[in-house]
């Protein structure tokens, strides 16, 4: 069974910044796109970012470019999003996601918990 689990989120002021971490377990990042999903009250869930394991290239949310950064140790099964220079906007519930095919894609395959991110201003 493959789990998910998130952990990070919190409530920051404008301009700060958090770390999420997402540990899994059963199965192997080796073989999987893995990445980050958001969503906001009233909106729908959107891809803020991900690794594919097909050519190992990190993809951006054009909104979350040059402040966020995702990484990954696959010795942990673990991932993370470096969340820098946080903004009003980015207050989401923010889920960690997998890919079974390697890809990264709009339907992930695995879904976590989610973890809430508030930002105060």
């Known amino acids: 069974e493959v789990q998910l689990v998130e952990s990070g989120g919190g409530l920051v002021q404008t301009g700060e910044s958090l770390r999420l971490s997402c540990a899994a377990s059963g199965l192997n990042f080796d073989n999987y796109a893995i990445g980050w999903f958001r969503q906001a009250p009233g909106k729908e869930r959107e891809g803020v970012s991900c690794?594919?394991?097909?050519?190992?290239?990190?993809y951006y949310a054009g909104s979350v470019k040059g402040r966020f950064t995702i990484s990954s140790d696959n010795a942990k099964n673990t991932v993370y999003l470096q969340m820098n220079s946080l903004r009003a906007e980015n207050a989401a519930v923010y889920y960690c996601v997998v890919n079974r095919k390697g890809e990264c894609t709009r339907r992930p395959d695995y879904w976590g918990q989610g973890t809430q991110v508030t930002v105060s201003s």
């Open positions: 690794i594919s394991s097909s050519d190992g290239i990190p």
